[in-house]
C-alpha cells in the first residue's frame, strides 16, 4: 500500500495524520486513532518520508501529488489550502484538511473547524475564539489540538478570503 493511499484510509476513517517534529501525529475519535496506528505502524518509515517530500515541494505540486493528473484543485479547496496556511498549518496538514473538509462537505455533514472561522484569532501558540460566550468554552484561549477538530459551534462564521488572500 503505498503512502497516499493509507494517508486516504486514515481520512476515510476521520483520522488526520501530521508530521510534528519528524514523528507522525494522529489526530480524531480515539477508536479510529487506535485502528490508524496499528494499520500505519508497518509503514511508519515511509509515512514520515512522504510527508517530509510533501513539505519540501512547492504548493500546487504537493497539491496536485494528491489528485489524478486529470482532476486539478477546484477553487474551494485552493481558497482553503490558503487559508489554512495564513492560519500556521504546514502545507501537507494544509492540503490534508482540505481535502478532509472537501470529504465532509461531499457527505453534507454540518460540522467546522475552528481554522474555518471568522471568529479565530491569534497566532498558532497562542489561539483565541472571538466568540467563546456562545460556544460554551471557559475562556477564549483555545487548545490547539481543537483547531482541527469537526465540530458544531454556535458561535461558528465562515471565514471569507479578501481579495489580498486569494488562493494562487
Known sequence: MTPAN??????KSGVLVELASG??????QPDAVQVAAGMLRPFKDELVRYLDQLIAEPLPQAAQSHHAPSAPLDDATCARIALFRGRGLNQAAAITLAH????RDQQCDERRVCLECAHMAGT?????CGQW??????GPAMPADLVDVLQRCRGFAIRLLRDIEAPP
Open 133 to 138: 460566550r456562545h460556544t460554551r468554552m471557559k
Open 23 to 28: 514523528a507522525l501525529k494522529l489526530k480524531g
Open 100 to 103: 478532509r473538509l472537501t470529504l
Open 6 to 11: 493509507l494517508l486516504a484510509e486514515c481520512q
Open 124 to 128: 498558532v501558540s497562542a489561539r483565541r
